[in-house]
């Protein structure tokens, strides 16, 4: 029923005489419409055809692109398959096309190997083109494409399955002046596009996960001059120090250049930029100490230094009074770092502090209008995260040399979500304020050297599916209830004195032997003190058992097991 009224109204539309208009899907529609429907080819006049997140299936008509006045189509996250009909190539009046987060295939190629006809070459009005996430194939050279497609201002091919090969030689002259956004994330490019110099209002650079070598240029700091939003070279080959020459990105939201193999220290020109909100430079080889004064970035809200080089103390010398307010990711594990965790940075986390009320609208952090991808430490194994949750606050300092006591200040971030201190050498009891984490769904504690028990209050963390406090010194009962019961005997092992039917161990086995101290408790009521015991030992070792046994004919049992306790202690202690 729903499809004959679509195909009712898209058979009205084509009569009717609206040459700049949009024609779009109703949102009712988007549950029905699993393909195109051939009435959009009376649509002579159509202009824009904007069917995105539709579930559209089957694969891409041939009719579609031969509407004559066809400029825009979308048709990105569907479950489109099979090849891109050549009759697209021929579409002259085709200026933006967006086909990504579909399951298209097929060769499309730029250097000849296929007939030109097959290629975007001759689409010299295309302004946009989005292939990203597809299975395609083929080879393209980055400058011939550039030069071809004079007014291109956005390109995205990550994860398209193409492959980009760059020019060596000095190529500024083939790009648009214009150009804003280059995608080219996992296309297999090997060396740093000098290209990209001429781009002098370039907004968006992702050439991550590919295997450039080299340094980083240092003319990167012309790259979109004051304009550039984003600039991710993650995942690469690249080696040398970070240039120190981002004064001028003062528009700058993202930097990324994680897993590579860049040394030195962090650059402090990134203080300049006073508009980042992720700066992500794990796994790497830096070194140095705790840059302090990225406190000073209002903005920051993910700082990512995990697995490099720094060590040291981690003092507080910002020159503002509230350092990292907005801070949400904060991950320095795997490092060097010592002494006291830093309860003064725990207390300024104010974007840590506050709950996400159930049912707000979702958001995720972004950077320069794109999403946020993130591998962190949940749950005991790594995991990526295409998009972050605004709410998904993290605190990650395992793998370093921190000491002392857990601050409890940490109890008053609320909105946590992970906190993993593991592998560390920290010391006294769990806190418990720690109770107040009511967001909390991962908390690591293990490999470190706490004692005490572990708190009750901790049962009533009803979000909390893993826990780790294993290989520490805890004593006493596992608490009971909620989610504890479902953790494994893992998250507790190596706790000599704890016990509960996680581990197997009945807590009644594990009762410590009355003390000392524990007799005087009923002297009185016994009628005996210590001093004939105490007499008796000066006399020698056998007179005092006599007295005890003496004690034991009184009828009082208990008296006699402590006394012995006590006469096999200092007998050993003696022949020691």
Request: charged share 20%; aromatic share 10%.
């Amino acid at each position: 029923m729903v499809r004959s009224i679509a195909h009712q109204l898209i058979r009205r539309a084509s009569k009717l005489d609206w040459p700049s208009q949009v024609i779009g899907v109703p949102e009712f529609l988007i549950l029905w419409f699993d393909d195109l429907p051939e009435s959009l080819v009376n649509l002579r006049q159509l202009v824009f055809l904007y069917l995105s997140s539709n579930m559209l299936s089957g694969v891409l008509p041939s009719w579609l692109f031969t509407l004559p006045s066809l400029e825009f189509v979308r048709l990105s996250n569907n479950k489109l398959k099979g090849t891109i009909p050549h009759e697209l190539f021929s579409l002259q009046s085709i200026k933006g096309l967006s086909l990504d987060h579909n399951q298209l295939s097929g060769k499309i190629d730029v250097l000849g190997h296929v007939p030109m006809a097959q290629t975007f070459l001759n689409l010299t009005h295309l302004k946009y083109l989005d292939l990203s996430y597809n299975n395609f194939s083929g080879d393209w050279e980055l400058e011939t494409l550039l030069s071809s497609l004079t007014n291109l201002t956005e390109l995205h091919l990550s994860r398209s399955g193409v492959s980009v090969t760059v020019m060596t030689k000095n190529a500024t002259s083939y790009v648009n002046p214009d150009f804003k956004l280059l995608g080219l994330a996992y296309c297999k490019i090997k060396v740093f596009p000098k290209s990209l110099r001429a781009m002098k209002k370039l907004e968006t650079l992702d050439i991550s996960n590919n295997d450039i070598h080299g340094h980083i240029p240092d003319w990167v700091g012309e790259i979109g001059g004051n304009r550039l939003l984003v600039l991710d070279l993650s995942n690469n080959s690249i080696v040398g120090t970070i240039p120190n020459v981002y004064q001028d990105f003062v528009a700058l939201e993202g930097l990324k250049l994680n897993g590579n193999q860049l040394e030195g220290e962090i650059p402090t020109s990134l203080v300049k930029c006073q508009s980042l909100k992720v700066l992500d430079l794990g796994n790497n080889n830096l070194t140095g100490t705790f840059p302090s004064w990225l406190g000073d970035l209002p903005n920051l809200q993910a700082l990512i230094l995990k697995s490099n080089n720094f060590h040291g103390y981690i003092f507080n010398s910002s020159v503002v009074q509230f350092p990292f307010p907005s801070l949400r990711v904060f991950d320095l594990s795997s490092n060097g770092f010592k002494g006291r965790l830093p309860a003064n940075y725990f207390l300024n986390f104010n974007a840590m502090k506050n709950v996400v009320k159930k049912g707000t609208k979702r958001e995720y952090l972004s950077m320069g209008g794109q999403y946020y991808s993130i591998i962190i430490a949940v749950k005991g194994r790594e995991q990526e995260f295409p998009k972050l949750l605004v709410e998904f606050t993290i605190v990650d300092l395992s793998n370093n040399k921190f000491e002392y006591e857990i601050p409890d200040v940490i109890g008053n971030l609320g909105s946590l979500i992970v906190l993993d201190l593991s592998h560390n050498k920290l010391t006294g009891r769990i806190p418990n304020s720690f109770g107040k984490l009511s967001e909390i769904e991962s908390l690591d504690l293990s490999w470190n050297q706490l004692t005490g028990e572990i708190p009750a209050c901790l049962v009533d963390l009803t979000f909390m599916s893993f826990l780790n406090v294993s290989q520490n010194h805890l004593v006493g009962r596992i608490p009971q209830g909620h989610q504890f019961s479902t953790y494994e005997g893992s998250s507790f092992v190596g706790n000599p004195e704890l016990c509960g039917f996680q581990l197997l161990k009945e807590c009644d086995q594990y009762r410590r032997k009355p003390q000392v101290e524990g007799v005087d408790e009923d002297k009185e009521k016994s009628g005996l003190t210590w001093k004939p015991v105490m007499l008796g030992y000066s006399c020698g070792t056998l007179l005092g058992l006599m007295l005890g046994y003496l004690m034991l004919s009184t009828g009082r049992p208990k008296w006699f097991n402590a006394l012995a306790d006590v006469a096999e202690h200092r007998i050993l202690k003696r022949q020691t």
